[in-house]
């Protein structure tokens, strides 16, 4: 896979380049010291993911992720930053961010983040998972929906309930006995029932639904 490193910080993108670089599998095509830059880059390398920091000059990444996004809505942009900020969290998930990281990841997580996000996985650290769910628990109480988990089998809602615990499509297929393959078409499914585009927006629905407690 290939991938952008986006940072503007030199040491860190040199660093992210010569870990990733040992993976066989990823590439680092290109790599951007600030969103604009990104952005051009994307336009010109396709690549298959965007690593992306969020307080730079010039443009910060939430406008590169938005502007990305909306360009080649087929990128995934993940955040890696080491703001766990609310702002930055929800305005970065908004822009479009497939998942959120923070900078202090161990590398083998990070590792599988970037080969997953790829692939149409979100990963979000722990700690900032503990904000999205306490925006959710804070936000006017909603009843669980029957109107919107009506849509979805018993399967399916045991899968979104396990993806809104930020299990991977392996995981859940090791928990329910089922083949990746099979969880993935799940994972489809559920996405266009709820007429979301990815996991952490299925996740959301799941938590204000009360379907995760």
């Known amino acids: 896979m290939r991938i952008i490193i986006c940072d503007d910080q030199a040491i860190v993108r040199d660093g992210l380049k010569m870990m990733l670089g040992l993976e066989a599998d990823i590439e680092v095509v290109a790599t951007a010291q600030d969103g604009a830059e990104a952005v051009n880059l994307v336009a010109e390398h396709s690549p298959d993911l965007v690593l992306m920091d969020l307080k ?108 809104a615990e930020g299990q991977t499509n392996q995981d859940i297929a090791q928990t329910l006995f089922l083949s990746e393959g099979t969880v993935r078409n799940y994972v489809s499914q559920i996405f266009a029932k709820l007429e979301v585009a990815d996991r952490t927006q299925a996740a959301v629905i799941a938590w204000r639904n009360g379907l995760v407690a």
């Open 56 to 163: 730079m000059p010039i443009m910060n990444g939430i406008e590169a992720t938005r502007r990305i996004r909306q360009q080649h809505p087929e990128i995934p942009v993940l955040v890696l930053t080491t703001y766990d900020a609310d702002e930055w969290v929800f305005d970065a998930l908004r822009a479009g961010a497939v998942g959120y990281l923070l900078k202090d990841t161990p590398r083998e997580q990070l590792v599988a983040a970037v080969r997953g996000s790829a692939t149409g996985q979100s990963f979000v650290d722990p700690n900032v998972a503990g904000k999205l769910i306490g925006q959710v628990t804070s936000a006017t109480s909603i009843s669980p929906s029957t109107a919107i988990l009506s849509k979805l089998t018993e399967r399916e809602t045991d899968i979104l309930r396990l993806v």
